[in-house]
């Protein structure tokens, strides 16, 4: 399961029922599935730092749909805040030592 899926499923899961206007999700860039369930989801800021394109770059079999091309289709009841790039180096060095240590580098 992808993060920001277990996320909301725990979220939900558990009981959750504040105000989900104040709810920000920090990760990588959404793939597209992630940022449908986002939008299910109601969440109305995500904050990434890694691109998808980094990451198809990185791993391969990335859909190469960005984000904010998913959620720009959304009805107009909903938006979504996306910030992109905070601490992009950094986010970026972290699925580069994954990678490494995956592939026993």
């Not at 939008?39 to 998808?52: D, F, L, N, Q, R």
Request: glycine share 8%; proline share 4%.
């Amino acid at each position: 399961m992808h993060g920001e899926l277990s996320v909301i499923h725990d979220l939900y899961n558990n009981g959750f029922d504040g105000d989900r206007s104040k709810l920000s999700l920090y990760t990588a860039e959404p793939c597209p599935m992630c940022a449908a369930a986002i939008y299910w989801a109601i969440i109305p800021k995500v904050i990434y730092g890694s691109s998808i394109a980094f990451s198809h770059e990185l791993f391969g079999r990335q859909i190469q749909v960005g984000a904010e091309e998913v959620l720009s289709k959304t009805p107009d009841f909903y938006s979504c805040h996306l910030l992109g790039g905070v601490m992009v180096d950094e986010c970026n060095q972290l699925f580069i030592d994954a990678k490494r240590l995956r592939d026993g580098i």
